[in-house]
């Protein structure tokens, strides 16, 4: 363990939702306005360097650059590899976020099964005992023997047994868990996150080595840590349930390296997560065929058409002012398209109540 001068240490207050940082405490964050997220941490000043900085090395000219095509692993699912944008990057740095219990660590399990045929594979859990994790393969019918296990929560440790190993992907299950020897402050806290995501970037990026990092999700939907978190890595990645169908949707809000529009179904089943390849019929409700006031439509996520039933009602108000309720469909949109309506087609809807639904959980 590292010593720390404590007059050094200086007190700084930051925000757990948006990363702001205040000279004292507030009950309430003025940059993002959340209540309870302010929380004080400590910091060690750099010392500054003496003299001018030296050069930086010459400029590159862009031009004379040769563009060189990123060879990328296939992760065994295709629909991981069609979200990724046709693959796992050999320096990639990825997040998969998700909320407990929806399957993450499954997940990432199946895809080190697929890539340790070929590869080497590093798993690192700070949440899970080795005993759990091989029950886990066991279950999947993956062989143990050709994953390797690392038990600890170390990010120097960690790090050193990569570069030691030379493997093709790390997994980190999860960064909430993991924390540094240069920072006094507990594992899971804004400081902590952010400079054990900057150390495993620098393994990724350095050593061409693919880090997967498994992080949790809040209440409110965001990954749990600073938004800092998510513009450090390459790719997030969100792992969502569908409770009608129990499907499990993912979904990239970030991709460096492909689109984001991309969406990947998987049914949940003894052996794991099963790839849904037709989930077209998925978002139709069979019952409702012959029903007025319902239309089937195909819209395009990605470069894969879904066929999806809208259920629209309209009903005259018992009140002063007209509702308008939408589910997966944006509320802002139906209220322009009730005006239009109003508008240029002669239908008296500012006494209506408007109801409008999309069947399947599909937004």
């Not at 939702?17 to 302010?38: H, L, V, Y």
């Not at 400590?42 to 000219?61: F, N």
């Not at 990057?89 to 998969?96: H, K, R, W």
């Amino acid at each position: 363990m590292f010593e720390y001068d404590m007059a050094k240490l200086t007190s700084v207050f930051i925000c757990s939702k948006c990363d702001s940082q205040f000279p004292k405490w507030s009950g309430r964050c003025s940059e993002c306005g959340a209540w309870g997220t302010i929380t004080e941490q400590l910091q060690t000043p750099k010392e500054r360097e003496k003299g001018p900085a030296p050069s930086a090395l010459p400029l590159i000219d862009l031009s004379l650059t040769e563009k060189k095509a990123e060879a990328r692993l296939s992760t065994g699912l295709d629909e991981v590899d069609r979200v990724l944008g046709g693959g796992l990057i050999s320096d990639s740095f990825v997040l998969l976020a998700g909320e407990p219990g929806i399957g993450k660590s499954t997940l990432v399990a199946q895809l080190s099964g697929n890539l340790a045929k070929k590869h080497q594979v590093m798993y690192v859990s700070g949440e899970e005992s080795g005993s759990q994790i091989k029950d886990r393969l066991e279950r999947l019918n993956i062989d143990p023997k050709s994953i390797g296990f690392l038990n600890e929560t170390n990010v120097e440790k960690i790090i050193a047994t990569a570069e030691s190993a030379k493997p093709t992907l790390v997994i980190v299950d999860s960064i909430q868990t993991v924390y540094s020897f240069i920072l006094p402050s507990e594992a899971g806290s804004i400081s902590q996150i952010r400079a054990c995501a900057v150390k495993f970037m620098e393994l990724a990026k350095q050593k061409r080595i693919a880090v997967i990092l498994i992080g949790h999700i809040t209440k409110d939907g965001t990954v749990a840590g600073p938004k800092s978190l998510e513009h450090i890595v390459d790719t997030v990645l969100y792992l969502e349930q569908e409770t009608r169908h129990d499907l499990r949707l993912l979904r990239a809000s970030k991709n460096r390296f492909g689109s984001v529009n991309e969406l990947g179904v998987f049914s949940m089943g003894a052996q794991g997560f099963v790839e849904v390849k037709n989930p077209s019929g998925i978002f139709l409700d069979t019952d409702n065929e012959r029903l007025p006031g319902t239309v089937v439509s195909c819209i395009l996520e990605g470069n894969r058409p879904f066929l999806v039933e809208v259920q629209a009602l309209v009903t005259k108000t018992v009140f002063g002012y007209p509702q308008r309720k939408a589910s997966g469909f944006d509320l802002n949109r139906l209220q322009v398209l009730t005006a239009v309506l109003t508008k240029r087609a002669n239908m008296n809807l500012g006494a209506q109540d408007i109801i409008i639904n999309v069947v399947g959980g599909f937004k």
